[in-house]
């Protein structure tokens, strides 16, 4: 949009990283430790800066990695400054000798050359690690902090089982521990391709292609199974199922050490006769095209088609939600047993129902690990002790029987990358994906809008827009239309992955005549304000403390205390011309920094949110699209004030004269029209957002601004 980044001079947090990644662990491994750690320490809206001897150990793509989680661990970058190691990835992907020059003629002439040792640098606050105490690990099952040890998980994964929903766990019954439930009709690995076609073939090999409605919704082609003669013969779910295991995401695919891992893991097994799992839904959607190239390089590609691994395409698959459908026959098995199925991917996030709806338990790992607890098919195992499964030879097999020393690793990684990789792929951008360049587009200065289209839509943004900017009043007598706990993402909050038929984004494609099988996704639909609309807060697992303990898209209507689903409540609220305010606890808008949690937030008419704490990226988002921030004084949330979502809400000391950070009075009434109030912190943290909201939103802001300028 043309406009600066504005935000408060932020603290610098130092991690101090010293000692070597130990024999047998993985920058994912690193990364996952320094999340955690992070997390605990509370760096959100904070620079983190990594340095010491540790530090310059760890190659390019290992750096990357870490860094690369900044989102995750809260902060508004994870920075390592530039080496020779940083040159030397330069010259690994092909850039010449002049320019790497040139780079690092400019970093010396700035004074910031080279990595940091203890001592060197002031830091607003220092912590330590020493990268020496790194263990293999996972996390989840709902957030990317919460690390578990891979020795440890099966103990923490049963008790997360019985644990209440109310305090993170799946609240299954003692006598449901052990359930298993048999699928009623054969499956197809999940709801994977076979090699007859589908993405694996996208270099053109296969004998059948894909059409449109497959690719986009990166489901491939499942041949059909004849039923077996004995219905006995069909696979059980258990609690832990692997149904999902995806190598994927630009974090973990752009790192070769972890890729190549994870290719001769799958070598190691072959050899030893393993197989996956047919109920395992296995896919690989590395970032980059170059990993194909040294996946064949090294040979290792065939080891992970093998396995399943078959390639789906490039960018963001099941991290971001894209992981398709499972085979029905599994879908149905779940819901009907109440299973805790579980995906395993090395993807950078894990929220709730992002990855799949039907699937309770996701974890993130390296890719060699992802490749494991899919041959393992459950992640209810130790792996550290017990055996993965049988050999061709009849002997168990372990973990340490499949795993790569690093110096085969780095053998691999040295023979496999080649600069000319780099060049090839990425040297002429335009040439580089024909299929792109044939697709037929729309030309002029103005987009002829089709009002049929139930895929992109004339954004309702700028309805009423006139040259004269708001006034800043205050909020009176607003109605909740939810009341969240701690945790709430983005992906609670905005549409992600598939749409539900009996939800009312479903229901609407129906009414315009779209079958169930070509509804997609909210991310290929995000052109068009009426889904994404009807699909903010519909998350299934998100849970509304209005909503009698319903998960998903559902509230009550006040002051009739009807049930109802979220978007249908906020249009009845329209109708009356009533304002709606959103409660939350810690952590509100934490992981991707999706625009449509802000958009549909306010175009479901929320006037503010009132949170014990906010992420930066969503908090600035909804200030964006016109929705206020306020923050709770500690000691202060939805529970501490008894709020049941019967109350009106009012916003007092709101005026053209509002400051950053001002102390605002929210009123709260009950029902029997008592009253209490509680002072808030107002989260417009820079003047400028003070504009940005005063006009309605940064959209209406800059059109104005280019309007007035002409």
Not at 423 to 431: E, N, P, R, S, V
Request: charged share 25%; net charge negative; aromatic share 6%.
């Amino acid at each position: 949009l043309g406009q600066p980044v504005y935000f408060q001079t932020p603290e610098v947090v130092g991690v101090h990283l010293s000692g070597d990644l130990p024999e047998g662990t993985t920058a994912t491994d690193l990364t996952l430790r320094i999340t955690e750690m992070l997390r605990e320490a509370k760096v959100v809206g904070k620079f983190v800066e990594f340095y010491g001897e540790g530090a310059a150990k760890l190659s390019l793509a290992d750096r990357a990695t870490v860094a690369n989680m900044a989102p995750e661990y809260g902060a508004t970058m994870g920075f390592f400054p530039v080496d020779e190691k940083s040159l030397d990835y330069l010259r690994l992907t092909g850039r010449d000798e002049a320019q790497i020059e040139r780079v690092k003629s400019y970093y010396q002439a700035q004074g910031m050359f080279g990595i940091p040792l203890k001592g060197q640098i002031d830091y607003s606050v220092n912590l330590e690690l020493d990268i020496s105490t790194i263990v293999p690990c996972v996390s989840g099952p709902k957030r990317p902090q919460d690390r578990i040890e891979v020795p440890a998980l099966k103990t923490r994964f049963n008790s997360l089982l019985e644990m209440p929903t109310a305090e993170g766990g799946f609240g299954i019954a003692k006598e449901d521990l052990r359930k298993k439930v048999r699928v009623k009709e054969p499956v197809a690995a999940g709801g994977r391709d076979e090699p007859s076609g589908g993405l694996s073939n996208l270099s053109g090999d296969g004998a059948i292609p894909m059409n449109e409605a497959e690719m986009v919704t990166n489901r491939p082609a499942t041949p059909s199974r004849s039923l077996p003669k004995d219905p006995a013969q069909l696979p059980e779910i258990t609690h832990g199922q692997v149904l999902i295991a995806a190598i994927t995401s630009c974090t973990n695919t752009s790192n070769p050490s972890v890729m190549i891992a994870a290719g001769l893991v799958a070598r190691k097994a072959r050899e030893k006769g393993l197989k996956v799992n047919e109920l395992v839904k296995t896919s690989l959607g590395p970032g980059s095209r170059v990993v194909t190239d040294y996946l064949e390089e090294t040979d290792l590609q065939k080891d992970l088609d093998a396995l399943g691994f078959n390639l789906v395409g490039y960018g963001c698959t099941t991290c971001i939600g894209n992981s398709g459908p499972l085979d029905p026959a599994i879908e149905a098995a779940i819901k009907e047993g109440n299973v805790v199925g579980a995906s395993v991917l090395s993807g950078n996030r894990n929220f709730e129902a992002r990855v799949h709806g039907a699937l309770k338990a996701s974890f993130l790992m390296s890719p060699p690990l992802v490749v494991a607890y899919a041959l393992a098919g459950t992640v209810n195992i130790d792996l550290s002790n017990d055996a993965i499964g049988t050999g061709s030879d009849g002997q168990p097999v372990y973990l340490k029987d499949i795993w790569p020393s690093n110096e085969e690793i780095e053998t691999l990684v040295l023979s496999g990358l080649k600069p000319e990789m780099f060049c090839k792929k990425y040297g002429d951008l335009d040439a580089a994906n024909p299929e792109w360049n044939a697709i037929q587009s729309s030309t002029g200065d103005i987009y002829g809008w089709d009002e049929e289209s139930t895929y992109i839509q004339s954004p309702p943004f700028f309805e009423g827009f006139s040259m004269q900017s708001g006034e800043i009043g205050a909020l009176d007598d607003l109605r909740p239309l939810a009341i969240a706990g701690d945790s709430i993402t983005t992906d609670h909050i905005s549409p992600a992955g598939a749409i539900k038929e009996d939800g009312p984004a479903g229901r609407h494609l129906n009414e315009k005549g779209v079958e169930k099988k070509d509804f997609n996704s909210f991310g290929s639909r995000r052109g068009n304000d009426r889904i994404m609309t009807r699909g903010t807060f519909a998350n299934v697992r998100f849970k509304n403390k209005m909503a009698d303990g319903k998960e998903g898209g559902y509230t009550k209507l006040m002051p009739e205390g009807t049930p109802m689903d979220i978007f249908d409540a906020a249009q009845e609220y329209k109708k009356r011309g009533t304002g709606l305010i959103v409660i939350a606890g810690e952590d509100y808008g934490m992981g991707s920094s999706r625009d449509w949690a802000a958009k549909g937030t306010a175009l479901l008419g929320v006037k503010a949110v009132v949170a014990k704490s906010f992420e930066r990226i969503h908090r600035s988002n909804l200030i964006g699209m016109g929705v206020l921030p306020f923050q709770f004084p500690e000691g202060f949330s939805d529970e501490s004030l008894g709020l049941t979502g019967e109350e009106t809400f009012s916003l007092l000391g709101l005026s053209e004269g509002i400051q950053p950070g001002q102390t605002v009075t929210m009123a709260i009434v009950s029902p029997d029209g008592s009253q209490q109030t509680v002072d808030l912190t107002l989260r417009i943290d820079t003047d400028i957002e003070i504009e940005y909201y005063r006009h309605g939103g940064i959209l209406q802001y800059v059109l104005r601004d280019i309007l007035s300028e002409s």
